[in-house]
């Protein structure tokens, strides 16, 4: 969702000044960015990497190293009225945006009970973080929007004791008031029904419960699996609905499993190791600029761009050297609309640090935007482009951004993409999997190369998303169109003109994108 416009006023005022305490915690799946004390910030890195253990640890899920670039950045910063303005909208507890270039939350400092929902931000941290660990290791599975959301909601209310033990599947207690006149929807709604129907609040509750029975009911064990494969395999919910044989029965169960009072599990201290977690001060630049970064990271459209860029200018100008600075100050000065100047920032980024990472990627941004607006297709402009994010992704081999910007920078009159290129955006996906924008463009890459049932997975997870919108429905229609006619037919239904056949070589100036 776009921040309000109203909110570029705000921006315009925020001050510049920035305590002494900014602090980055690094740990294997998180950045954590506070304006606390450092111990305070490990303290809170820890916490969420242990809560990636438990999640782990129940789901069976191997930890494997992740890169930086993949890990989720979480910005500690203000109160609820912050984030409330941050997000556009009343009563929010924090939020996690999934995307390529880096998927962040934002959460308070201090949470309260969030509003009038009674949710805090912990909880809402780790309802978020639980999809995204869903989208990061099941990344093919479409899993029903009942279940996601269930699912979800199982985790959020996870309890880390001090003592080291862990409360798990504790009843989501802001969801107490859905189930004020009994089971705000029936299990058969749920599983053959038309969720779309579904009052947000009772699916999420109706979801939690359900998830809850088939997860830790010994009488229902294996039927939730048997549902699942039913569906992935492609059958109708109705029909893979039948692996719960009574459905009225199954209904009955549900009502009297949440009326007979809901167990919860705790693991005992000990069984979720600690978390090695580093912890930095920022520099005087990175903190000056902390302010800017929080509002940028979050995602501005033109207009809110060019309300910041007067902050982000006075922040920067003390640092012309930075490189940290100068990329950021990049970034503003991009989605401001400020093409030639970004490209002179990232420039002086890469002049400061020719690891700058941000700084390669703004320059063949900036570069690249310019290029298509003054229509030029000539071929060595576009290879130079794409040794920007070339130079990027030699720095970070697993970094998503500048695959998919590599691609993408294919996408020129008269050129086309390679297979190097193609599978650049492929490996992309697999690395930032929760990107539903990047999931679609590998989908048409697949159906282009005529890989119809790895399209079909691939959209899945886009047209069984609770949060999916246009691509969402577009998805589904894709999936039936591959069904009826296969990668032709759904190519046909995407109305587009389909990408000409790919060169037999690569340009002599390409060198190969890092993809494994």
């Known amino acids: 969702m776009m921040i309000r416009m109203g909110l570029a006023v705000l921006l315009a005022l925020w001050p510049v000044a920035a305590r002494a305490e900014w602090h980055e915690a690094r740990s294997d799946h998180f950045i954590v960015y506070a304006d606390d004390p450092a111990a305070d910030v490990a303290r809170y890195a820890e916490r969420l990497e242990r809560f990636d253990k438990v999640l782990r640890q129940l789901t069976k899920m191997p930890s494997e190293p992740i890169a930086v670039p993949n890990r989720v950045n979480v910005y500690v910063t203000g109160d609820l009225s912050t984030i409330s303005k941050l997000v556009g909208q009343r009563n929010v507890a924090g939020f996690y945006i999934p995307r390529a270039a880096g998927s962040v939350a934002f959460v308070p400092e201090h949470g309260g009970n969030g509003g009038t929902n009674g949710i805090d931000s912990q909880q809402v941290l780790f309802h978020e973080y639980t999809h995204h660990f869903m989208l990061s290791n099941w990344a093919e599975a479409a899993f029903p929007v009942w279940f996601v959301e269930g699912f979800a909601e199982f985790f959020a209310p996870t309890r880390l004791r001090d003592d080291g033990s862990v409360e798990v599947a504790r009843p989501p207690m802001y969801r107490a008031r859905q189930f004020q006149t009994g089971m705000p929807v029936s299990a058969t709604m749920l599983l053959t029904g038309d969720t779309t129907t579904i009052d947000r609040g009772a699916l999420y509750a109706g979801g939690w419960a359900l998830t809850h029975m088939l997860l830790l009911d010994p009488t229902r064990r294996g039927q939730l699996d048997r549902f699942m494969r039913a569906i992935v395999s492609g059958q109708s919910a109705a029909k893979a609905a039948e692996n719960f044989s009574d459905l009225k029965q199954l209904d009955r169960d549900l009502s009297r499993y949440v009326r007979s009072g809901l167990r919860y599990s705790i693991m005992p201290a000990g069984a979720v190791s600690k978390a090695d977690v580093s912890v930095r001060a ?235």
Request: without cysteine.
């Open 282 to 516: 920022l520099t005087p630049a990175e903190a000056a600029m902390m302010p800017v970064r929080i509002r940028s990271k979050r995602g501005t459209d033109r207009t809110q761009a060019l309300a910041l860029l007067p902050l982000a200018r006075r922040a920067a100008a003390p640092y012309p050297n930075d490189a940290a600075a100068q990329a950021l100050l990049a970034e503003v000065e991009f989605h401001a609309g400020n093409f030639p100047i970004a490209e002179a920032a990232a420039a002086r980024a890469i002049a400061a640090d020719p690891k700058s990472i941000d700084g390669h990627i703004l320059l063949g941004r900036a570069r690249m935007v310019q290029a298509r607006a003054a229509r030029d297709a000539a071929p060595e402009r576009w290879r130079s482009i794409r040794r920007s994010f070339l130079a990027a992704n030699t720095i970070e081999n697993d970094d998503p951004e500048p695959l998919l910007l590599y691609y993408q920078a294919y996408q020129v009159p008269g050129q086309v993409p390679t297979a190097n290129a193609r599978d650049a955006l492929l490996r992309a996906h697999l690395l930032a999997p929760q990107d539903r924008g990047l999931r679609m463009q590998a989908a048409r890459v697949l159906l282009e190369t005529d890989r119809a049932d790895e399209a079909r997975r691939v959209l899945g997870p886009v047209a069984y998303s609770p949060h999916g919108g246009r691509s969402g429905v577009l998805a589904q229609q894709l999936i039936a169109a591959i069904d009826a006619g296969g990668a032709k037919a759904a190519l046909a239904r995407w109305r587009g003109t389909p990408a000409p056949a790919a060169a037999d070589g690569e340009d002599d100036d390409d060198k190969d994108a890092k993809t494994g």
